[in-house]
């Protein structure tokens, strides 16, 4: 490990999800949980930067720790700031561009399953689903799940290509010649692997810029962490970043720091050592 000597205090901290904050089970410790409270009563903005929807919060996190983060969500495409930040920003995807990426991608590969976002609750699917693997509010509802035509209508600002038999990086370097100069084009190496599409300037960095800018803070001032090509941007961006022990080469290879896996809490090991103190105690 080779963690941040602290000799400044960040104003910010930037933490993704998958792969980071939760451990393998898909679950937040209580070492880091107890890691952000302590953030969080330092008065230290916790931004929660994610590729997933808003509805994992429901099932993840405690509620007074949810409504004491902020989130950027969908890589981007989403941004909602809780106290002490604020703001909402939402990068809808052009509805041309989207219906051609759509029919292009079908061309090259008629077995690509498509997920559609709307706002991190609602979204449209064009592949059978099970209710009851969804996380979502309450409960897994049908009238949640909407048709892709559906969907369509409602300004979808992240879109979900995977499935079976689906050939990825093939997919995902047709797409980059055909639509690289207007959408992003991004592709997961942990959990379900998928290429996941936003605007083209929607980015994890970009929204946490939004979030920050109106409060006084630069991205030099913020203290990041991830693990996977997602996290790249943000990484680059921020001041201070923290690479986990399971993180990709390319991602160890952008960052100054690393700590250890997001099964050992090795985020709460970073924070612990900028606060001073040991959570465990």
């Known amino acids: 490990m080779n963690l941040p000597d602290f000799n400044k205090m960040p104003r910010a901290i930037a933490i993704d999800l998958d792969g980071t904050l939760l451990n393998s089970q898909t679950q937040l410790s209580e070492r880091n949980h107890r890691a952000l409270e302590q953030c969080i009563a330092q ?3 916790v931004i929660i930067a994610t590729s997933r929807p808003a509805r994992i919060f429901d099932r993840i996190f405690p509620s007074n720790l949810a409504r004491s983060c902020s989130y950027v969500l969908m890589n981007g495409a989403i941004a909602r700031g809780n106290p002490p930040l604020a703001g909402y920003f939402k990068e809808t995807l052009p509805a041309e561009t989207l219906r051609e990426l759509l029919a292009f991608g079908r061309r090259v590969n008629p077995a690509m399953r ?14 059978a689903i099970d209710y009851s693997l969804l996380w979502q509010r309450n409960s897994a509802t049908p009238d949640m799940v909407l048709s892709i035509e559906e969907a369509l209508k409602r300004e979808p600002c992240k879109v979900a290509l995977g499935g079976p038999g689906v050939d990825l990086p093939a997919l995902s370097s047709r797409l980059q010649e055909r639509f690289g100069n207007q959408l992003s084009i991004v592709s997961t190496l942990t959990g379900s692997l998928l290429l ?3 605007i083209k300037n929607a980015s994890k960095s970009e929204a946490i810029r939004k979030l920050l800018t109106p409060h006084g803070i630069s991205l030099a001032e913020v203290l990041a962490f991830g693990d996977d090509l997602p996290d790249l941007d943000m990484l680059h961006a921020c001041g ?20 250890a896996s997001n ?3 090795g985020v709460a090991l970073v924070l612990e050592q900028m606060l001073g103190t040991d959570i465990r105690t």
């Open 114 to 127: 498509v997920t559609l976002e709307i706002d991190g609750y609602d979204f449209g699917v064009d592949w």
């Open 263 to 265: 099964d050992e809490d």
């Open 196 to 198: 996941m599409v936003t």
């Open 240 to 259: 201070i970043s923290v690479a986990m022990a399971n993180a990709f080469p390319e991602v160890k290879a952008v960052c100054p720091y690393h700590t």
């Open 43 to 45: 008065g230290i903005p």
